[in-house]
């Protein structure tokens, strides 16, 4: 059966991330996606000058009272972006008014990287973001994301993540079943931790580290992990197979010598998706 997502993210029109990745690599992999934006921008703010934002908080409550009366039905909610703490209610209330016992409910508590917050990003909002993932079934902050969560200093490169394993049992007690912490650096090599709550179980992806930082990554990242639990996968394949995906597209995004900014290059990998 065709499983449907509704996809809780902002929609940059320039550089691949939130909806412009979203949407293409779920319905590559037979989900439909639904974008419920959050903001409309010119592009995203990773290397982009005098950004144009459309917040789009009053829309978010009208579709969502269009959907409830049309008595839409969604096997899945997936977050991603929220520019305010009101848009972080909205989506809480979304996901009661559309959740059922069988709907799985993503999280990625998009908050900073390096150890920043992004321009938008308020301490408010980081607390409510607790709030949030409390409703989750899996959540995938990044290392820096981690951080803010559970109100830990941000190492940089310096971080072992061996000491990271009980963050990931820290975050499943604030309410997911499942955890990924993204994008840790280890030597020469990126590395995704993952934990499963009901079994106790720890997951090490790693993937050889290639060249820059691209924005999108985690967007990415997701929703292959989303998409290949959608799709029967295990919680460990779909983690690893996440990893390997978004090595092929930074791979192909080398090979391709395209501005950072522009971000990965997943539609000359797309085919790679299902495998």
Known sequence: MLKKVVAIHDLSCVGRCSLSVVIPLLSAMGVQACPLPTAVLSSHSGGFQDVVCKNLTEEMKSFSE????????????????????????????????FTNGESLVL?????????????????????NMRTLIAESDIITPNYTEACFLLKKEYQGSGVNWRDLLPWLTELAEMGPERVVITGIPDKNKLLNLGY????????????????????????????VLLGRLLCEEGFGTALYKAGDFVAEAIAATQELNLPVREGLAFEHVIEQVNL
């Open 66 to 97: 269009q959907w409830e009366m049309n008595k839409l039905e969604f096997d899945c909610i997936y977050s991603g972006f929220l520019a305010s703490v009101e848009q972080i209610e909205i989506t809480k209330e979304f996901i009661r008014k």
């Open 107 to 127: 999280v990625d508590p998009v908050m900073g990287d390096e150890g920043k917050p992004y321009s938008l990003i308020t301490p408010e909002l980081i607390a």
């Open 196 to 223: 499963e709550k009901s079994t106790g179980s720890f997951f090490i992806a790693s993937n050889q580290r290639i060249g820059e930082r691209y924005p999108g990554t985690g967007d990415i990242f997701a929703s």
